[in-house]
């Protein structure tokens, strides 16, 4: 993993985060049986112990805000709310539902080795059955170390992260003393020793499950290591950890959106051709992102054109799909402002026709009308 920043105190934050013990194995065992992507190894007498530290969960979590751009565009920095790299909405990582301003539930993760035997894993160019490379980041990621799951009041799963991009190595001592061993694994020879922790601090990308949208209330954050059981280890009862967690309801009004201006009611547009959407919005403090949503069945299923508008714009320009003929399209125009809180219209139906292809003539025809 990179460099992880130095260990302090936790950022205040509105989110409410209370404390619970770990789940225990058979409650584990019963809420992420895997679909394991190779043979699952058996848990032996020695060997490493890879200890999942709760309270670094407990304290670390807090919801943030994040601005993200399709990975073909190069993010611009706004000084409120950060944008993120390009990784994140690359479809190798997915690790946000959408372009545009998004909700964020960060958290650390810390595994400590507690066991007997280092935890040896290697270089990942000869490891396939465990990293796949990733060519957004440019490096190999392992497959499957921790899963991220956010519950609600039923256990039911409402959210996964989606990080992928793990490294494991010595990154903390697990102690700081005299009798501390020197770092010996990296991402280049992955693995952690005894004595030491591997560490994947909430500032980093994906280091996080998007709640966007999520009702206000309470959940339960829950992290498994080693989940598809490809590392060996001396138990996995420590594993697995939840901390309840409360999104909290937002203040203050969503953003309006006033008025779809274009496309006017009964309007045709053609497919394969730009289509001018224009509208305007307000909110009490700012707009800070907008979103346009393209229907072809009258509002029964929507498809998002951009997510990212900022919020100074009023109108955008697109390509009506290829093939997209409907007599009952319609649009739909989300503002959110600096809270992720959205406001949205929908347009009044209007018409989309495939034109005709164009037929050019043959040169018979051609030869003929000449002769007339």
């Known amino acids: 993993m990179t460099q992880a920043p130095a260990r302090g105190r936790a950022p205040r934050s509105s989110l409410r985060v209370r404390s619970r013990r770990l789940l225990g194995a058979a409650a584990v065992a019963a809420l992420c049986a895997p679909a394991p992507l190779v043979t699952p190894v058996a848990v ?13 969960m407990r304290s670390s979590a807090r919801l943030s805000t994040g601005i993200f751009h ?21 479809p190798d990582e997915a690790c946000v539902g959408a372009p545009g301003i998004r909700k964020l539930l960060r958290f650390d993760v810390l595994v400590h ?16 059955d465990f990293f796949v490379y990733s060519g957004c980041h440019r490096h190999y990621h392992f497959r499957a170390a921790a899963r991220y799951e956010l519950l609600d009041a039923t256990g ?6 989606r990080k992928q991009g793990f490294c494991l190595e010595d990154t903390l001592p697990s102690e700081l003393g005299a009798g501390t061993p020197p770092k010996r694994y990296t991402c280049a020879n992955q693995g952690v020793q005894v004595g030491w922790a591997d560490w994947y601090p909430g500032t980093l990308d994906c280091q996080w499950i998007d709640v966007t949208d999520l009702p206000p209330g309470d959940y339960q954050l829950h992290v498994f290591w080693n989940p598809d059981r490809l590392m060996s280890e001396t138990t996995l ?35 394969g051709r730009p289509l001018d959407v224009r509208w305007r919005a307000h909110d009490d403090e700012r707009v800070v992102t907008q979103e346009v949503w393209l229907s072809t069945d009258d509002g029964a299923t929507w498809q998002q054109v951009v997510g990212d508008v900022p919020g100074d714009r009023t109108h955008h320009r697109f390509l009506v799909p290829l093939g997209a003929a409907s007599r009952q399209a319609r649009v739909k125009v989300v503002a959110r402002d600096a809270s992720v809180q959205r406001g949205e219209l929908v347009s009044e139906a209007f018409r989309i026709e ?4 164009l037929r050019l003539p043959t040169r018979g025809a051609a030869a003929a009308r000449r002769e007339g």
């Open 156 to 161: 039911g799963v409402v959210r996964t992260g």
């Open 354 to 357: 495939v034109p005709r292809p």
């Open 70 to 90: 399709e990975p073909r565009r190069a993010p611009l920095l706004d000084s409120t709310i950060p944008t993120s790299g390009t990784c994140a909405l690359h």
């Open 44 to 56: 032996a007498a020695d060997g490493p112990n890879m200890v999942l530290d709760v309270a670094r």
């Open 113 to 128: 080795n507690r066991g007997d035997q280092d935890l040896v894993v290697g270089n990942p160019k000869e490891r396939p």
């Open 237 to 271: 009862d420590d594993n697995a950890g939840t901390i309840p967690v409360t999104i909290p309801a937002p203040r203050g009004a969503p953003p309006v959106v006033d008025a779809i201006e274009s496309p006017a009611p009964g309007a045709l547009a053609s497919a």
